[in-house]
């Protein structure tokens, strides 16, 4: 199983409201990433936890707070939302924990508008 | 963080070979180089990598330039399926978490 799963696909909400995205992979990989991606842009690292651990911090703005409840799980949690904030939002997984060059399993993200 | 280079967009015909290339002139000895590609309405993902010498896989290969300032990814028959937009990113060995897509390639293949 080399899926990284992500749900939910599409979310929309004010910008008053609290939701979560959630992460999740199954190959016992140690490094897992959230990435930002506006329309016809890259996609811009915003944190990485390597052992469950938050290892960087792209200097994320504190409305967005991630969490790893366990290996195979990650979570953004989304509160006080701005419009420019409308991205499709990206996990992956590497099997490396720290450094190295692992392959970047990738989800197919989900597309969240704010209103 | 050492840069890359792409043209923004280039077009193939179908079964024809495809040639993206990739300037990274600030490359330091530790960097590898990837590519990635991502295909409309999905996450980006892996093509290939190599440190110098040229790499070859299934779905494509990787020459690197002697000096290693420029790479080329070769997709050797286009199809269809090949159209997204391919990005060139340096990871350096010690701190490879820390991944930073350049600007990219989109690919057009002409049926």
């Known amino acids: 199983d080399t899926e990284v799963t992500q749900t939910p696909k599409h979310l929309v909400m004010g910008m008053t409201n609290k939701k979560s995205l959630k992460c999740e992979q199954h190959m016992g990989h140690r490094a897992m990433y959230w990435y930002k991606q506006k329309a016809k842009k890259p996609p811009e690292l915003m944190f990485v936890y390597s052992y469950e651990k938050l290892s960087i911090n792209e200097s994320v703005p504190s409305r967005f707070s991630p969490e790893c409840p366990n290996s195979s799980l990650l979570n953004l949690h989304l509160h006080a939302l701005q419009p420019e904030d409308s991205a499709l939002y990206l996990c992956?997984?590497?099997?490396?924990?720290?450094?190295?060059?692992?392959?970047?399993?990738f989800g197919p993200g989900t597309r969240l508008t704010v209103t | 963080d050492a840069k890359t280079t792409q043209p923004n967009s280039m077009e193939s015909n179908e079964e024809e070979p495809v040639h993206l290339p990739c300037n990274h002139s600030t490359i330091s000895g530790t960097d590898y180089i990837h590519w990635y590609r991502q295909l409309p309405s999905q996450g980006p993902e892996y093509v290939i990598h190599g440190l110098t010498s040229n790499v070859n896989n299934r779905m494509a290969s990787l020459a690197i330039a002697e000096d290693r300032k420029s790479s080329t990814l070769i997709l050797h028959r286009a199809t269809l399926r090949d159209a997204a937009v391919y990005y060139c990113i340096l990871r350096d060995v010690y701190t490879g978490n820390q991944f930073y897509f350049g600007t990219g390639t989109s690919l057009t293949v002409i049926p």
């Open positions: 992956a997984s590497s099997q490396d924990g720290l450094a190295g060059l692992g392959e970047q399993y």
